[in-house]
């Protein structure tokens, strides 16, 4: 009905030619005010950052890069609108295409000109992008670090105690068979049992993909729930948030973890942890100190900020996390509670946050400003770990982190996530560090299985629709050592996942990547030919997936200062959210006689 009513071919036609025109009009006006704001306002900053830092690269590939930051170097003091012309000027990997006519100026006689600022921040541009991949580095520094600083530099002594540490075969061909040769019980599995599965079915017929999949319908609330929650409440009422975070300090220790930065301590005690109290409450709740100064004790304003400066590290913020979280472990009865989970759910926050907070950044997929808040949280909705996040960093990095550094008594051998925790590299690196990544596919049916080898190529006639080449097993094998010693980086915490996949994605053709993705596309096939025909895997992992939903919907309830606006600028500040958010309510049976200081509270 469209294309008749826009006017046939010829308009329809039109009006891509013409969204092409202002969209590269558009691109070159952004072009224009970039060079403007360079040259007027970035320029002289840069260029003291460039007599500073020490940069250095391996390769020699983007040695064209190095060349010309010693050139506009050289001429970093110049005032001139042209560069020399007896300059050797790389232009081949620094200037890019789209950048090529404000750079290159063509007088009317003589050879082209090169203008001079517009080319220094093309080779900023092109410095920036080798950064993010670490094939450029600077000298002394830490995330910007030589990319062979963030592997272990004892690996070559402590090859085989790493290898028994990850429980992979010291032989590359052992590794590849053993997933070989679960990828075939998988896929066997599935090819067999496909006829009797009615939520699922293969076929190149389907217009969206292959595999045409139903989810699984939602299960019916348990019997006795609504009398459970009624029971709660006759016995507990309503609570206050400063009672139940009281109950949570008392119970746990967690205020003790806040270690002060200085060495010498005057406060009583006492004192110091009720204070400590107020000043988890107002950030916990975003209620701010001014407002918790406010109520029914005897601490003043210039006191909390004092304490607050001094107690909240990100260090002992995390440790009071972990002491939450471990206090909640032991005191579980198995009676109630059944037997302990090793699985744990992850997912992200956006909290809202003012414009003018530094921290402050836009997310595409939130449509909004603000902070993102990385979760894991257990099946009793228990949080092991929480991180913040840039709102470019990577989701898949964030749970593999979470998994490494949760630092709980928690054996956590399972991650469910949703679609944009999980990807090939992340089956890849998970399958490595020895656990079970467990996604929720949004579009599973264009997914593509791989195949075991090629004698499996009339193997799974019932799959063939959805299946694609087999999986290149001498691209792991040749790699299998470096796999082990990227993934060895990972768990002993010399490099960030963030950090590796980082210089791995933006180069895709590295030997390392290649075969740690054909590695993910063999565990993916694995995980969604298993899948597919599990129902009980299937409601496992909307299950768990449930519990980090509610999580979130929970810090709705908690974070309710300032229309639940992030306004602090401080990392430590950003972080006591997170931390006081894990505070479980007090445990049916149990009484407490101390009393919590009175704050403006919210029940």
């Known amino acids: 009905m469209v294309f008749p009513a826009a006017g046939g071919e010829k308009t329809l036609k039109g009006l891509v030619a013409e969204l092409k025109a202002t969209n590269a009009e558009f691109a070159r006006s952004k072009r224009e005010v970039f060079k403007s704001s360079y040259s007027h306002h970035y320029r002289s900053g840069l260029m003291k950052l460039l007599g500073v830092l020490d940069f250095r690269s391996s390769n020699d590939q983007h040695k064209p890069v190095m060349d010309a930051l010693k050139l506009i170097e050289r001429h970093k003091g110049s005032s001139t609108t042209y560069l020399p012309l007896g300059e050797t000027i790389p232009l081949e990997g620094v200037v890019r295409k789209d950048w090529m006519e404000f750079a290159l100026f063509t007088p009317d006689k003589g050879p082209k000109r090169v203008m001079r600022t517009v080319y220094e921040a093309c080779v900023f541009q092109a410095l920036r992008d080798r950064l993010r991949c670490k094939e450029i580095w600077v000298v002394g520094a830490d995330k910007w670090r030589n990319p062979d600083d963030d592997l272990p530099d004892d690996f070559e002594v402590r090859r085989a105690e790493y290898y028994e540490k990850l429980n992979k075969p010291r032989e590359a061909k052992v590794f590849t068979a053993q997933l070989q040769a679960e990828m075939r019980a998988e896929l066997g599995a599935l090819d067999t049992k496909l006829p009797k599965l009615p939520w699922v079915t293969i076929s190149g017929k389907h217009r969206n993909g292959a595999i045409k999949f139903t989810e699984p319908e939602p299960q019916k609330e348990p019997k006795n729930l609504r009398k459970l929650k009624k029971a709660i409440r006759k016995k507990w009422g309503t609570v206050a948030l400063i009672d139940i975070l009281k109950e949570a300090a008392l119970r746990t220790g967690m205020l003790k973890a806040l270690a002060p930065v200085g060495t010498r301590e005057a406060i009583d005690e006492a ?93 595409s997929r939130y449509g909004g400003r603000g902070v993102l808040v990385y979760w894991h949280i257990e099946k009793g909705s228990m949080a092991i770990h929480s991180q913040l996040l840039n709102c470019t960093a990577s989701e898949v990095a964030a749970a593999i982190e979470g998994m490494m550094r949760h630092a709980t008594t928690m054996q956590a051998e399972g991650n469910y996530v949703d679609s944009h925790g999980q990807s090939e590299i992340g089956f890849g690196l998970t399958r490595l560090l020895g656990y079970d990544l467990l996604p929720r596919i949004k579009q599973i049916n264009k997914v593509k299985l791989y195949r075991p080898g090629r004698e499996d190529e009339d193997t799974y006639e019932r799959l063939a629709d959805a299946m694609t080449r087999p999986i290149r097993w001498d691209v792991i094998e040749n790699n299998y050592d470096q796999l082990i010693k990227y993934a060895t980086a990972i768990r002993v915490g010399t490099a960030s996942t963030e950090a590796i996949l980082r210089r791995f994605t933006r180069t895709a053709s590295h030997p390392v990547y290649q075969a740690m993705l054909e590695v993910g596309r063999a565990q993916k096939t694995i995980f969604v030919a298993r899948y597919l025909r599990d129902r009980d895997l299937q409601r496992e992992i909307q299950e768990g997936l449930n519990v980090v939903e509610g999580w979130n919907g929970a810090n709705d309830i908690i974070f309710f200062g300032k229309n639940s606006l992030f306004s602090h600028s401080t990392s430590c500040k950003r972080r006591c959210p997170a931390t006081v958010n894990r505070a479980p309510p007090r445990t049916a049976g149990t009484t407490s006689t101390s009393t919590s200081p009175r704050s403006p509270s919210r029940r």
């Open 271 to 363: 004192k110091l942890l009720e204070r400590l109290l107020l000043i988890a409450y107002a950030y916990g709740t975003n209620s701010g100190i001014s407002s918790v100064a406010s109520g029914e004790h005897k601490h003043t304003e210039e006191e909390l900020r004092y304490t607050a400066r001094r107690y909240l590290t990100a260090g002992g913020l995390k440790a009071a996390g972990v002491e939450i979280a471990n206090a909640t472990f032991a005191a579980r009865s198995e009676a109630v509670w059944g037997q302990g989970t090793t699985t744990v759910a992850s997912d992200s926050t956006h909290f809202k946050a003012w414009d003018r907070n530094i921290f402050t950044e836009w997310h």
